[in-house]
Antibody
């Protein structure tokens, strides 16, 4: 069964940092690009970042560029999102998702709350 | 950036009825459009990719159509588990990958 399991969310103060992880299983991780998508409370979906299969190419939404870094460890089937200089508007559930013709599947999400 | 506009914002229907959801793009996305379903407290699920291809395990009552700037997701006969929020998403020009604002299908 294809599975994605996020971890690392929590409460952080504005200006702080957090690293999210996404453990993948049930498929050949190295063969697929991977992404992070977030959803603020009561709002719609917002794409955050995508990384190529090798990790050599990364893409970011303007809202997080320069503050967030996506990376992957293909030997351990894990995707990461390093989030620095966090702002209140970064508060959201963060989902990891496999990216091919669409985002499929998705993890269950991890909640990041930025508040003092 | 390609903007996707979904309509209506809310669709009130009864089980067994046909649902027709619209997604309009600010410029042509060819057929590079996907649809997702999200139920409360759950992650989204891919329903349709490339405008009309059902994802693995998606029931045949879900169908997608359209190309260019106008797309439709049709649910032929609503089941109780189909009441949810639906999002469209384009992948022709990115970054950024963009989503529509969503359509909520609620029980009438």
């Amino acid at each position: 069964e294809v599975q994605l399991l996020e971890s690392g969310g929590g409460l952080v103060q504005p200006g702080g940092s957090l690293r999210l992880s996404c453990a993948a299983s049930g498929f050949t991780f190295i063969n697929h690009a991977m992404s992070w998508v977030r959803q603020a409370p009561g709002k719609g979906l917002e794409w955050v970042s995508t990384i190529s299969t090798s990790g050599s190419t990364t893409y970011y939404a303007d809202s997080v560029k320069g503050r967030f870094t996506i990376s992957r460890d293909n030997s351990n089937n894990t995707l990461y999102l390093q989030m620095n200089s966090l702002r209140a508007e970064d508060t959201a559930v963060y989902y990891c998702a496999r990216w091919d013709f669409g985002f499929d599947p998705w993890g269950q999400g991890t909640l990041v709350t930025v508040s003092s | 950036e390609i903007v996707l506009t979904q309509s209506p914002a809310t669709l009130s229907l009864s089980p067994g009825e046909r649902a027709t959801l619209s997604c309009r793009a600010s410029q042509s996305v060819s057929s590079y459009l996907a649809w997702y379903q999200q139920k409360p407290g759950q992650a989204p699920r891919l329903l349709i990719y490339d405008a009309s291809n059902r994802a693995t395990g998606i029931p045949a009552r879900f169908s997608g159509s359209g190309s260019g700037t106008d797309f439709t997701l049709t649910i032929s006969s609503l089941e109780p588990e189909d009441f949810a929020v639906y999002y469209c998403q384009q992948r022709i020009i990115w970054p950024p990958l963009t989503f529509g604002g969503g359509t909520k299908v609620e029980i009438k």
